[in-house]
């Protein structure tokens, strides 16, 4: 695996939604591992925050503004970072919204909808798009976050696992449309990981969470960051188009561990 003595020294990551919890997590990590770190935020000034932060402790991190579901907005970033920085060598496209609570869906409204597919699945056309000419300059590489809600749905957020879903068949596609050029293409989908909204919760209410986890905990950002930086990296050279499932062992299971009835060598159930 990558990490630290300066492996991505020199070369430009472009994280979307890197101002708060994974996203924060990834950018500190290449930022650490000697990337030259550009880190998109939606509210106004935040990702500069983050990025001065960053920089007092030595890192080479500037931070963007822009909605990446404004097509003007996201091009004019990417002008601005291949203008700083020189090009891009990899995007990390993690910015995403979810609903305000669940929602059924005979709840639903257009609006819901349109919200979360505009930043979820359009903010990752539009980076994508935006990022390739400059990709394609230096054979790099895209990893998008996607989540078990691909492939395994919540109750209530029918818009959220959708968007998830275009995500992963969108990095599917595009790795074939860009391997001739060198261009890697590849998601990520996390399980339960430890965020701002995990954390406010009680100690009891925590624990409830990750019951059906068979590693017994969420995940962390840095857990995230660490396969991110190694999807991006020479070391995956060869991996395109693939789906890394990080979630400690939940989607693997037929059923969590209270329902299971487990049939012993010598015949009786326990």
């Not at 492996?7 to 919890?21: I, L």
């Not at 500037?62 to 002008?79: H, K």
């Not at 749905?153 to 959220?160: D, E, F, N, Q």
């Not at 860009?178 to 990981?193: C, F, Q, S």
């Amino acid at each position: 695996m990558t990490g630290g003595n300066g492996y991505w020294s020199g070369r430009v990551v472009v994280v979307t939604g890197g101002s708060r919890n994974i996203g924060r997590a990834i950018s500190r990590r290449f930022a650490e591992d000697g990337a030259r770190v550009a880190i998109n935020g939606v509210v106004a000034g935040e990702a500069a925050h983050v990025a001065a932060e960053m920089a007092d402790a030595g890192l080479d991190v500037a931070g963007w503004d822009a909605d990446v579901s404004d097509p003007t907005q996201v091009e004019g970033m990417f002008a601005d970072i291949a203008d700083r920085f020189g090009g891009v060598d990899v995007l990390v496209n993690n910015a995403a919204v979810t609903m305000q609570g669940r929602v059924p869906f005979e709840r639903l409204s257009l609006d819901d909808w349109d919200r979360i597919f505009a930043v979820n699945a359009r903010g990752t056309f539009l980076c994508s798009a935006a990022a390739a000419p400059l990709l394609r300059r230096r054979a790099g590489s895209i990893v998008n976050i996607s989540s078990i809600g691909a492939s395994k749905a919540h109750r209530s957020a029918v818009p959220y696992d959708a968007t998830k879903g275009a995500i992963e068949s969108f990095t599917r596609a595009l790795a074939l449309e860009l391997a001739p050029d060198g261009v890697r293409v590849n998601a990520i989908a996390p399980g339960a990981i430890s965020n701002d909204r995990y954390e406010s919760l009680p100690s009891d209410v925590q624990r409830t969470e990750v019951t059906s986890i068979p590693l017994g905990r969420a995940g962390t950002g840095d857990e995230i960051a660490a396969a991110v930086s190694f999807l991006a990296s020479d070391q995956a050279s060869y991996i395109t188009g693939h789906v890394l499932t990080i979630d400690g062992g939940l989607t693997a299971q037929a059923r969590q561990a209270s329902s299971e009835i487990i049939i012993d060598i010598d015949g009786g159930d326990r």
